[in-house]
Nanobody
Framework: QVQLVESGGGLVQPGGSLRLSCAASGSIFRFVLMGWYRQAPGKQRESVATITSGGSTNYADSAKGRFTISRDTAENTVYLQMNSLKPEDTAVYYC???????????WGQGTQVTVSS
């Protein structure tokens, strides 16, 4: 059973920073893709940043230049470093992992990020 546990959310002022962590149960090399998604109240869940098993990254336009996705394969953890946070970044952030064999799509429980003065 795959488990993803997010942490690191909280309340931060505009312009501040947060680092989210997603700890996976077992090796993250099992997953062809891992990523961070977010869902704001009344909106659909959207992709923020993804990283492939080969280490290639992709960012939403809203995240480019401010957010960085990274991973620690020894710790089986994926991170999202968020800088220059804006009120519109307020959302529940979810970690996602996709496994090819056997096929699986896994989500964490989410962590709340609130950007407010």
């Amino acid at each position: 059973q795959v488990q993803l546990v997010e942490s690191g959310g909280g309340l931060v002022q505009p312009g501040g920073s947060l680092r989210l962590s997603c700890a996976a149960s077992g090796s993250i090399f099992r997953f062809v893709l891992m990523g961070w998604y977010r869902q704001a109240p009344g909106k659909q869940r959207e992709s923020v940043a993804t990283i492939t098993s080969g280490g290639s990254t992709n960012y939403a336009d809203s995240a480019k230049g401010r957010f960085t996705i990274s991973r620690d394969t020894a710790e089986n953890t994926v991170y999202l470093q968020m800088n220059s946070l804006k009120p519109e970044d307020t959302a529940v952030y979810y970690c996602n992992a996709i496994r090819r064999e056997p096929l699986g799509n896994y989500w964490g429980q989410g962590t709340q990020v609130t950007v407010s003065s």
